[in-house]
Structure formats: C-alpha cells, structure tokens
C-alpha cells in the first residue's frame, strides 16, 4: 500500500481510473481517494484531480512499474547514515539493517560504539564527533540517499538535517528527533 500525493502537473490529473489503466496498461488498484478533508472509496468514473492524496496497492513490481510511467519513481534509499547512537538510534538501525539497508552510525562516545557494534553487527559503527568540520563529508555524506539525526541536542539535529539536504540527500529527517515543541511550532 502506497500513499501519494498528486502535484499539478501530475499526468493522472483530469483522468478517470478507468482512463487511468488504459492508458498506463499497469494493474493497481486505487483503494481511497483523500480531497479536502473527505475519503472517497472510487470507482472506475472517479475523476483524480490535483492534490487528491490517492492509496495505491499492487505488487511491488506493478508500483515501481507505475510511478516510473508517470514519472516519479525514486530509487529506494539503500543507504542510511544516523548521527548519535541513541537507543532510538539502535532500533531505527536494526529495522533499516534488516530490511538489507547499508546502515552508518557516528557516535562521539567511545564506550557507546564499542555498545553498538556488539549490539548491530550488520551497522558501520564510526566513532567520531560529528560537530567536527570535516566528519561528516569523510564518512560519505554526499553518497548517503537517507540521513537522520539522532542526538540528544534538538538544535544540532535541526543543523545536520539541514547540512544533509545541503549536501543532496534525497529522504533527511522524516524522523529526525526533534524534542522540544517550542522549536518545532
């Protein structure tokens, strides 16, 4: 199941469901259509229209197939690079490991990295203060396609969340912690 949001210049928008798999010859089927606050569960005359957030399921194969003939298929992220070794750290870098993600931990503590690469032995664990200069760029920075910052400073994950996407990463901080609602708001 795949949530997507359709942009103006979308090639879906105007076009029926119906006009949608005569056109793509893909098997998907669009289960809920989100518009202006109200879900409409659609049939083959439902007409998509720009900003409609549409629930697409298929296979994996029929999905990729898909957004690359409407042209906005993106390479899945392969590899991952997280500053601080925080526990979240270790459960986001279990998950992401075991889903065959290449997954880098920087963590400035050395007792904490010893912890970790005892604990994620699939992980590239780095000990090194990601505050320094040129750490991040030594450690592949700009060949990294996710990034999240995990410390337990909210100020210094804002600042390397915004040095990733300074640098290209394409998916930074979806789940970058952010702690205290006054920054945030």
């Known amino acids: 199941l795949v949530e997507y949001t359709l942009a103006n210049d979308c090639p879906l928008?105007?076009?029926?469901?119906?006009?949608v798999y005569v056109k793509y010859?893909?098997?998907?089927?669009?289960?809920?259509?989100?518009?202006?606050?109200e879900v409409y569960i659609p049939k083959g005359d439902f007409i998509l229209e720009a900003g409609d957030k549409i629930s697409i399921t298929a296979s994996p194969k029929n999905i990729a197939d898909f957004f690359k003939a409407i042209g906005s298929f993106r390479a899945p992220v392969k590899n991952i690079m997280i500053v601080g070794?925080?526990?979240?750290a270790y459960y986001v870098a279990d998950q992401l490991s075991?889903?065959?993600?290449?997954?880098?931990?920087?963590?400035?503590?050395?007792?904490?990295?010893?912890?970790l690469s005892e604990l994620l032995p699939k992980t590239s664990i780095v000990c090194a203060d990601a505050t320094e200069?040129?750490?991040?760029?030594?450690e592949g920075i700009a060949d990294t396609d996710g990034f999240v910052a995990l410390t337990g400073l909210d100020e210094m994950n804002i600042i390397y969340s915004m040095y990733a996407r300074a640098k290209n990463v394409e998916k930074v901080g979806e789940i970058s912690s952010i702690n205290r609602e006054r920054i945030i708001s």
């Open 133 to 138: 200069r040129d750490i991040l760029l030594e």
């Open 98 to 115: 075991d889903m065959g993600m290449k997954v880098k931990i920087i963590e400035k503590d050395e007792k904490r990295c010893e912890e």
């Open 85 to 88: 070794g925080s526990m979240t």
């Open 13 to 19: 928008c105007g076009l029926s469901l119906r006009e």
């Open 25 to 37: 010859k893909i098997k998907i089927l669009v289960c809920a259509v989100s518009r202006d606050d």
